[in-house]
T-cell receptor, first 111, second 115 residues
Framework: QKEVEQNSGPLSVPEGAIASLNCTYS??????FFWYRQYSGKSPELIMS????GDKEDGRFTAQLNKASQYVSLLIRDSQPSDSATYLC???????????FGQGTELSVKP | DAMVIQNPRYQVTQFGKPVTLSCSQT?????MYWYQQKSSQAPKLLFH???????NEADTPDNFQSRRPNTSFCFLDIRSPGLGDAAMYLC??????????????FGPGTRLTVL
């Protein structure tokens, strides 16, 4: 089992719809969770960090964390073509463990 | 304002010719990381510095070395680049390695081509 798993996609949604990106992780002791957006040929850009169970909202983005289910998700409301990118889920264990990335989900928002 | 800067953005080198990639940061962060990312793959951590303490990943080849002469700068040296080392090299920084300050911020990357 991979340490951090994401559906590779591509996930295609129409403009204005909600895009839902999912991520599961295997280390139950994980404490820090991140979503990065990466455009083709560019570096990862931080979208959201989340540390506690529940929802965290920032503009059109909502991160959801459920530690019992070892599940973290990212919702993008009112999706725009400019949101088309690969979204990387990254998880860090406790005691300063290294950041483990998922393989990324490619999102395509169609006008 | 750029916070994590990488130079050069594009580097072409010849097989076996040493190359050095540079990273600087204006965030005064304690931790600096080097990642390798190949096409359609997740970033792979090579090593990181916490202040002057160097932490190498077990599977990082000896061909890759790093230096951190001061808080702001960190270098990646590839002693004898092979064709398989062609990749995007990403520098990242964080204030701490754990807790609320462990968010990593990436520079724009250096795309390395090996001929």
């Amino acid at each position: 089992q991979k340490e951090v798993e994401q559906n590779s996609g591509p996930l295609s949604v129409p403009e204005g719809a909600i895009a839902s990106l999912n991520c599961t992780y295997s280390d139950r002791g994980s404490q820090s969770f991140f979503w990065y957006r990466q455009y083709s040929g560019k570096s990862p850009e931080l979208i959201m960090s989340i540390y506690s169970n529940g929802d965290k909202e920032d503009g059109r983005f909502t991160a959801q964390l459920n530690k019992a289910s070892q599940y973290v998700s990212l919702l993008i409301r009112d999706s725009q073509p400019s949101d088309s990118a690969t979204y990387l889920c990254a998880v860090k264990g406790n005691q300063g463990g290294k950041l483990i990335f998922g393989q990324g989900t490619e999102l395509s928002v169609k006008p | 304002d750029a916070m994590v800067i990488q130079n050069p953005r594009y580097q072409v080198t010849q097989f076996g010719k040493p190359v050095t990639l540079s990273c600087s940061q204006t965030l005064n962060h304690n931790v600096m990381y080097w990642y390798q990312q190949k096409s359609s793959q997740a970033p792979k951590l090579l090593f990181h510095y916490y202040d002057k303490d160097f932490n190498n990943e077990a599977d990082t080849p000896d061909n890759f070395q790093s230096r951190r002469p001061n808080t702001s700068f960190c270098f990646l040296d590839i002693r004898s680049p092979g064709l398989g080392d062609a990749a995007m090299y990403l520098c990242a920084t964080s204030r701490e390695v754990a807790g609320g300050g462990d968010t990593q911020y990436f520079g724009p990357g250096t795309r390395l081509t090996v001929l």
